[in-house]
Structure formats: structure tokens, C-alpha cells
């Protein structure tokens, strides 16, 4: 066998010399839609994913691209766990949001349960406990770009820029693969925890309609989604498909009485509002029966405004006559326009027995950061007027462009019994990032918006980095009931400088219905753009935190050192088992040790927060000082390791003239563990108690989901019902006294305890006719709420619930209405 696996590997390696063309990607254009280059006059066929796991027999025939750079892969014989997601399961969810029917259908995805500010104005996805930046979001394939807006307030997702899936049509998504496995070597940064792939629709005909309209159990944060798409003939040899949504979100409120009215008046814990318009437009052409150029191209408009903390009346009466603006006080509104796009286009086909797709796609994401209900006190003193709504307070632009190119294909070598599937590619991606001043009422003669400063030239510029990198992939199979996968690669980053990650991954099946896998990576994130350079003071009514870069004039004062890329192991293993028919079963248990973890750390206070703050050009709001005004910047605080197990498992039951019932349980179970952090020259900890329990305990420690669903003999009538549980998480809350507005403590906190959590998700439809369904349902319908928050921790006595976890949202059930028509 020795002998035989060298006489492989060089052969291996001479045939890649003598196809010179085999060389390297970094962002996985390879694994796209199409799973082989199709006949002449199906190119615009869509494939059908109706399971959604990927289990390893039992009829399920699903072909997956997310993780295997092998065309025709079956779901079942999957190396690596893959969850596959169809439309169908998502619209059956009864959310008009793709990230939220996502968490309740998968338990080791979770999306935060609310955000402060503009945090708030973006949704993101975490697999697995980690960040959201540990997480790869592929569009057909090929890396999607990510917001621009940084959520730069505390709790797990600080110094985050997701890719905002919601900003991609529902209506145009035809299934999603989600990878439960460190892929970096397979597709580049921030491939730490997984991967989601979403799959565009591509059939050529047809028309769908629906709309769905939900409200909370409290009656308010009324949604309304509409959803359209269809597709087109081009000539019987191609398609056009195109989707759209028009997603309308009011705000929820959920705030105890602030402290100093005795009301409700303030604001700060609710849902925000937004208003969302999205399209996609997905095209595929047979130039020749070995010839296809495709495009994509994806634009959306939000429109969202999240509540600040409620300022009193006497605010403002140090400016005589100024109160009059808010007599009885106000509530400032930070709001979002965001226009975000991304355009695709190619070319791929077969020569010589190799597949290959040339690709570029460019993304840019735009957010105009806004006021309303606010004022400029240095403004209305000098000029005697003020702007009570502020158009252009924050500016940011993220902007990525991928070129890539791609090869596979499989070879017969006369000394190996098996075929071989080679891959590689290379790539280059220019990313570029860009903060703009604020608008001149916002920052006027050095002064500021109260509820939000206003970006001053100091802290504004244009940002940008260069990334090549290369991969090649190479898998067969060892015996006939042993396969294995080997992928490595290279990237170099202009300012972070260079990574190489590995992978190796096997399956061995026993049996028919018993088989093993396992995989053994390295990976890594780089730092992002603004990690790197975003600066920004926020503001409430008694605290601010400056949130500046690394590489400020402040920081440098005080230590701070060049950002480095994180860096992880991921060891995984698992086993896929049918131990009676039709009883589908998989076991994976993970481990991701990340080291070099980027977040921010080592908070400065009193005046030496305002030194720093002031040397980077900020003007301090008046009346905030000690332990309330504070600031930090990223920095590599922490080295963590995460461990966890999931567990699906699947089966349906026939109950003949009764119908039948698929059932399914799924769970994930989750910790992470500090192992190591960061210190500054006096030996003091970067990370304070808070920070560490946002890395570590901040995530459910377990998810549970179970049920099934029931299908009429008729196939008219579809009943769901389902139970989530999830887990418990640990917060380290700060204390307040002096009428729960200052801040006591630095160093003493309350260990809090989110509790475990059960929600139950109920739908029934119908089928009206062979066009029409309509469904009634509700998700969380007794109307369950995370646990409340000791009074003596709630800043200015408002936020019952705490907000920066992963768990139970704050809005409690939710009703809707849905109705589907397709021709």
C-alpha cells in the first residue's frame, strides 16, 4: 500500500505539471449550482433538494457542491456533514427572513437576540458559538461580499461585518447547503465554523406568488413580505430567472420603565423598523454544447431605524430656548440607508476532460448612517438653530471584486484501481473599505450630534488590500469503501501578510447503513477592513464608549500593535448510520481551537479614555467622565476552544389512509472555553469579565429541535409542528447606582443566567388547488421571553431583557397568515 500511495502521488504531481493549467482558486467558484456541465437544452434546469439533511441512505439522492470540489456528489455520501435547506422548508417556517427561518430549522445555526443602534440595522448568522465573522457566506459558489456596517456596540458580535444574508431575495433562493466543517483550505477566510452556500433558482419557466403577514404576540412588529419570481426561456437553451421581495417590518417594544419617569417612554429595547426591497436576477446561456456563459446579479434597498435611549428634558437646558425643540424630551432615532449589490458573471466548460469556469464578481455594500429626534448644541450656539434630523452622520463602503479561475476533473491512472478527482485554481480579490465625514450640521465647528458623533475628517479615509491565493484539492478513494479528500492552499494579503491552510478528510463505510468520517484542518480569518480603521464615538444619555482603529494616533499611545490573522485547528468525527430501514441517523462531534482571536480589549477610562479620544480628533460630550466614558480598540485578546456535538436524526412513518409523518430530532450541543488571553505591559487581562463571557458563554450551550410533519393521504392538507429548545447562557452584567444612571463598577459584576428556553411552532395548510396554498401558523405561540434582567443591572433601568446573547428573542410569539400561488 506504501508503495502504491507514492507511485499515486507522483503520478499525482506529474500529471499537474503536464496539465500546466491546473492551478489554484481561493473563493470557491468551483462549487456552483450546476453540478455538471449539462446537455445541450438543460442548462436552465433547476435541481430539485426537498431533505434537509444530508443523511447517508435511504432514497435520498440530493446532489450537494459545498464542501467537495467532486461533480455529482450525493448528500448521502457526503465526507464532511452538510445540511441541505430547500425553498419549500423555508417558506414553511412562516418568516419573511431568510436568517430567521434558518434558525429554526437548524440548531447549530443562531442569530443574535437583538442589538443596540446601528448594530441592530444588520442580521446576521453564527455557526457553531463563534462570531459571525467565523462564518463564510458562498452565492452560487462564489464569495459573497459583507456589510459595511461594523455592529460596534458590546456583546458577541462586536467588531463584526457579516454578510447580510437578507439582503439576497427569498423568493429567488432555490436550496442552501450549509457545511458544518472548517473549509478555509477549500475556500479562504473566515471558512472557520462553516460555510453557507445559497442556491439560486434556475428554472426557465413557471411563476410564483406569495405574501406573508405576521404579528407579535403582543400585537405590535407587524411584518408584512411579498415575494415574486419566475423564469424564461432563452431560445431552449437557456434561462433568465428572475425574484424580488418587499419586506416591511414595524418596531416591537419591549422596555421595563426607566428609572428616572417611572414610564415606558424609553425606547432602547425593541425591534427595529425597516423596510426592505430586494432583487436578483440569475441568467445561464449554451453558447455550445460545451460552452456556457452565466450571470447574476442581486441588488436591495433597506431602509431601517432603530431607538436610542430616551434623553429628558433637562438635556438641554443649558442653551436658553433650545428646549423648546423637545419640551418633554426625546428619543433619538439612528437610521440605515443601505443600498447593497453584487454582480456575477462567467464562463465555463469542458476541454480536454476538464471542467473549468472563469469567473469575476463584484459587491459593494453602502450605508448612510442617519438621525432623527436629535440636535447639535455647538451648532444651535454658534448660529442659533439646529437640524433636528441628521442625513449623513456615518458613512460606510465595503467593496469586494473577485476574479477567480477553477479546474477538475477526474483521472485513471493504470497503478490506481480508483479515479482520482483533481481541482485547483487561483484567484485575486481587491477589497476596499471607505469612511466618510459627516455632514457639516453633524460636525459642526467640532462639535457633534448628541445621540451620535459625527465622523470628523481625522477619522475618515479610503482603505484597500490585494489578495491572490491559490488551492489545489485532490480525492479518490483509498479501497472501495474508503475515500478520502486532500485540499491545501496559499493566500497573500498586502497587509496582513500570508496564510497556509490544509485539509484532510475521510469516510470509511462499514456497511451500507454504518459508515465513519472524519477531518483534521487548519484555518484562519483575516482581519477585516474595519477591524482595521473604523472609529466611532457612541453616545447615551450618561455614557460614552469610543470604539477607534488600531493604527490611531490614541491607540498607538497606548500600545496597541498591528492586527494579525486568526488563526484555528479543527479536528471533526462523526458516524452516519441507518440501524433499521428508513431511520437516518448522523453523529458529528467538533473541537475549533482559535487562536489570536480579534475583539476589543484593554478599555481605557476617565481621562485617559478622553486623552486618547481627543488625540483622534473627537469632541467629548459635556458631563461624562470617570468609569462612563471609556474607549478600546481590536487587538488578538484571546486564544478559545470550542467543542461541541450535533446530532440529526430522521424518520417517516406511514399511517395509510391516515397519511403519514416524517419526524425529525436535531441537536446541537455547544461550549467554548477561554484558554489564553492578551495582557498589557503591566500584565493586566485585555479582556474584562464581560468580554470574556461574550466569547464564551454568550452562545446557547445546546439546541434542540424535534417534531414532524404531517401529510394528508390527498396530499391537501400539511400539518407542522415542532419544539425548540434552547439552551443556557451566561452573562457578566455591570452594576448601576446613583438611580441606575452611573456606572459602579469596573471590575465587580453579576453572573447572570439566561435560562433554558422552550418554544413550540405550529402550522397547518392547505392546498386549495393545483396554484394555490395557504397556511395559518405561528412560531413561539405560548409566547416564551428570555429571562429577566435584577433591576440594580439595568442601565437607566430599561433593558429587562439582556440583548447581547444568542438565544430567545425578545419579541415573544409570532402569528402569520401565508398564501402561495404557482403556475
Not at 457566506?137 to 462586536?158: E, S
Not at 440636535?375 to 469586494?400: D, E, H, I, R
Not at 490585494?466 to 485532490?474: L, N, Q, T
Request: net charge positive; proline share 4%.
Amino acid at each position: 500500500m506504501t508503495a502504491r500511495l507514492s507511485s499515486l502521488v507522483s503520478a499525482v504531481l506529474t500529471s499537474s505539471l503536464l496539465g500546466s493549467a491546473l492551478v489554484i482558486n481561493a473563493d470557491a467558484s468551483a462549487a456552483s449550482s450546476e453540478k455538471k456541465l449539462p446537455k445541450k437544452n438543460s442548462l436552465h434546469r433547476a435541481a430539485s433538494h426537498h431533505t434537509l439533511h444530508a443523511l447517508p441512505s435511504g432514497g435520498h439522492e440530493d446532489l450537494i457542491v459545498t464542501g467537495t470540489r467532486e461533480f455529482g456528489k450525493k448528500a448521502r455520501d457526503a465526507i464532511a456533514p452538510v445540511d441541505v435547506v430547500s425553498s419549500k422548508q423555508l417558506a414553511r417556517t412562516g418568516q419573511p427572513t431568510l436568517r430567521d427561518a434558518l434558525q429554526l430549522l437548524l440548531p447549530s445555526l443562531t442569530v443574535p437576540t437583538g442589538g443596540f443602534d446601528t448594530g441592530a440595522l444588520t442580521d446576521s448568522i453564527s455557526l457553531r458559538g463563534l462570531s459571525s465573522n467565523e462564518t463564510l457566506v458562498l452565492v452560487d459558489g462564489h464569495r459573497r461580499h459583507t456589510t459595511a456596517n461594523i455592529y460596534a456596540d458590546t456583546g458577541p458580535q462586536q467588531g463584526t461585518t457579516p454578510t447580510d444574508i437578507d439582503m439576497i431575495p427569498m423568493s429567488s433562493i432555490d436550496h442552501i447547503e450549509v457545511l458544518r466543517d472548517g473549509a478555509s483550505a477549500q475556500y479562504g477566510s473566515d471558512a472557520v465554523a462553516g460555510v453557507v452556500n445559497i442556491i439560486l433558482k434556475k428554472q426557465s419557466r413557471g411563476l410564483t406568488m406569495r405574501s406573508n403577514s405576521g404579528i407579535t404576540s403582543d400585537g405590535d412588529g407587524y411584518q408584512q413580505g411579498l415575494f415574486l419570481d419566475g423564469g424564461f426561456n432563452l431560445n431552449n437553451r437557456g434561462f433568465i430567472h428572475i425574484g424580488g421581495d418587499f419586506v416591511h417590518q414595524d418596531h416591537a417594544f419591549r422596555s421595563a420603565p426607566d428609572s428616572r419617569t417611572g414610564t415606558t417612554i424609553n425606547k432602547i429595547l425593541s425591534q427595529p423598523e425597516q423596510t426592505r426591497e430586494s432583487i436578483a436576477i440569475n441568467a445561464g446561456y449554451d453558447i455550445t454544447n460545451t460552452l456556457q456563459a452565466y450571470a447574476t446579479a442581486t441588488y436591495a434597498h433597506r431602509h431601517a431605524e432603530a431607538f436610542q435611549n430616551y434623553r429628558l428634558p433637562s438635556a438641554l437646558t443649558a442653551y436658553p430656548g433650545y428646549e423648546a425643540l423637545y419640551p418633554d424630551g426625546y428619543s433619538p432615532l439612528q437610521t440605515n440607508e443601505e443600498n447593497d449589490f453584487e454582480v456575477t458573471a462567467g464562463l465555463k466548460g469542458k476541454l480536454l476532460g476538464w471542467h473549468w469556469d472563469l469567473s469575476s464578481v463584484y459587491g459593494r455594500d453602502f450605508d448612510n448612517i442617519g438621525l432623527k429626534q436629535d440636535a447639535n448644541t455647538a451648532l444651535y450656539k454658534a448660529t442659533g438653530k439646529t437640524p433636528q434630523k441628521f442625513n449623513n452622520v456615518q458613512g460606510y463602503n465595503n467593496s469586494q471584486w473577485t476574479s477567480s479561475f477553477d479546474l477538475s476533473r477526474k483521472i485513471h491512472l493504470s497503478i490506481w484501481p480508483h479515479s482520482i478527482n483533481l481541482a485547483g485554481g487561483a484567484s485575486y480579490r481587491y477589497e476596499s473599505y471607505s469612511i466618510a465625514t459627516g455632514s457639516p450640521d453633524s460636525t459642526y465647528n467640532g462639535g457633534t450630534s448628541l445621540a451620535l458623533s459625527g465622523t470628523n475628517s481625522q477619522n475618515a479615509g479610503n482603505f484597500n488590500r490585494d489578495v491572490v491565493a491559490g488551492y489545489v484539492d485532490i480525492a479518490t478513494h483509498l479501497t472501495k469503501n474508503w475515500q478520502v479528500d486532500a485540499a491545501g492552499r496559499y493566500e497573500h494579503y498586502t497587509d496582513v501578510g500570508n496564510t497556509q491552510t490544509g485539509k484532510i478528510s475521510t469516510r470509511y463505510d462499514i456497511t451500507k447503513r454504518f459508515a465513519l468520517r472524519g477531518t483534521f484542518s487548519n484555518g484562519f480569518h483575516a482581519p477585516t477592513l474595519p477591524q482595521e480603521h473604523y472609529s466611532a464615538l457612541t453616545i447615551s444619555p450618561t455614557v460614552a464608549r469610543g470604539l477607534i482603529a488600531a493604527n490611531s494616533p490614541g491607540a498607538l499611545a497606548h500600545g496597541a500593535t498591528r492586527l494579525k490573522a486568526e488563526q484555528s485547528t479543527n479536528i471533526e468525527g462523526g458516524i452516519i448510520a441507518e440501524p433499521i430501514k428508513k431511520l437516518n441517523i448522523t453523529v458529528d462531534a467538533y473541537q475549533i481551537d482559535l487562536r489570536g482571536r480579534i475583539l476589543p480589549g484593554g478599555n481605557q477610562y476617565g481621562s485617559t479614555a478622553a486623552s486618547i479620544l481627543t488625540a483622534n480628533g473627537f469632541q467629548l460630550p459635556a458631563g461624562i467622565s470617570g468609569n462612563n466614558l471609556s474607549t478600546q480598540w481590536f487587538a488578538n485578546v484571546a486564544n478559545t476552544r470550542t467543542q461541541g456535538l450535533d446530532i440529526i436524526a430522521h424518520y417517516p412513518t406511514d399511517f395509510g389512509r391516515f397519511g403519514h409523518v416524517n419526524w425529525d430530532v436535531s441537536i446541537n450541543l455547544n461550549r467554548t472555553r477561554l484558554r489564553h488571553q492578551a495582557t498589557r505591559d503591566d500584565g493586566s487581562p485585555l479582556l474584562n469579565p464581560p468580554s470574556v463571557a461574550y466569547i464564551t458563554t454568550a452562545y446557547p450551550r445546546s439546541k434542540m429541535i424535534f417534531g414532524g410533519n404531517w401529510f394528508s393521504p390527498d396530499g391537501n392538507w400539511t400539518v407542522s409542528l415542532h419544539e425548540i429548545r434552547y439552551g443556557q447562557t451566561t452573562s457578566q452584567l455591570t452594576y448601576y447606582k446613583n438611580n441606575n444612571t452611573s456606572t459602579a463598577s469596573t471590575t465587580n459584576y453579576l453572573q447572570f443566567h439566561n435560562k433554558p428556553k422552550w418554544t413550540t411552532n405550529l402550522s397547518v395548510s392547505y392546498a386549495i388547488n393545483r396554484h394555490w396554498n395557504a397556511t395559518l401558523g405561528g412560531n413561539n405561540i405560548f409566547a416564551a421571553y428570555p429571562s429577566k434582567t435584577p433591576k440594580g443591572n439595568r442601565y437607566l433601568g430599561v433593558p429587562k431583557y439582556y440583548m447581547s446573547t444568542s438565544q430567545l428573542g425578545i419579541n415573544g410569539g409570532y402569528y402569520y397568515v401565508d398564501v402561495t400561488a404557482r403556475f
